[in-house]
């Protein structure tokens, strides 16, 4: 095998707590995850020349070991001795810096694909262990579908997929850092903390409306509090009958989820014809079967 095509797929949080500030100052997390129908295209290809090239149709974004995928394959050819190099062609459709783990993503895609190109025989969970060196959501991101996501979210339990329903992304034109959104959290007896419990146990009964009752971001106090496009999003994906409307990770993407497609459609198309700048997509969840991308 010489090239390999890949689709690295974004996440959304259906449900994020934050139970603690980690003496290393990390936070102890306990989230659901939930893989969705944006993705990312990339081919990998073996080269003659040692190393590893990434080209992306995205200028902005670093081509050297500062972009998670390089990190991700340079990892695997420093760590089993391999000669050969590897050029990425990494064609972006997730939105950067928008709390979908579109790197981290893009970084376990090239894992799965580079243990597929060069007949390395790791299993997922040696892949999702090399992986948590990159990035916490990268584990994740190897596992796919619906997940518990304990501790800095590198401890995963499968869950069954979600009911099927449409899902609207957006990314409004903001950079948020996750740093900032960390560092001004403030968790006390008024937090206001999502049951990852329940809403786990709905998914397992595969109640759609139940599991959207128990939808909810501690994050969103620090982020929809600094900006206020946030909160509008939601409230137009409700508007327009969403089950739930909330952010994803840190931000400051939003997502709505329909039980009807035609209201999710007429949704997409009213964010679309707005003049934000504001990136937005209509998606689906995503149901793994294995695990070659």
Known sequence: MKQINLKAMAKINLGLDVVRR?????????MIMQTVRLFDRIRLSVTRSGGVRLK?????LPTDANNHACKAAQMLIDEF?????????LEKHIPVAAGLAGGSSDAAAVLVGMNLLFGLGLSSEQLRLRGVKIGADVPYCIMRGTALAEGIGDRLTSLPGIPR????????????????VYTHLHLDESTIHPDIDAQAEA????????????????????????????SELKKTMMDGGALVSMMSGSGPSVFGIFDEKEKA??????????QDQAQVFLASPFFPRNNTQ
């Open 22 to 30: 980690r003496e290393d100052g990390y936070h102890d997390l306990r």
């Open 56 to 60: 992306t149709n995205l200028g902005f």
């Open 81 to 89: 001795g391999i000669k050969e190099g590897v050029f990425i062609d």
């Open 165 to 180: 329903c449409s899902i609207v992304v957006a990314k409004p034109d903001l950079r948020v850092s996750t740093k900032y």
């Open 203 to 230: 998914i397992r009964a595969g109640d759609l409306k139940g599991m959207c009752a128990c939808c909810g971001n501690v994050l969103e106090s620090v982020t929809e509090t600094a900006y206020p496009k946030i």
């Open 265 to 274: 459609q007429a949704v997409y198309e009213q964010l679309r014809s707005q």
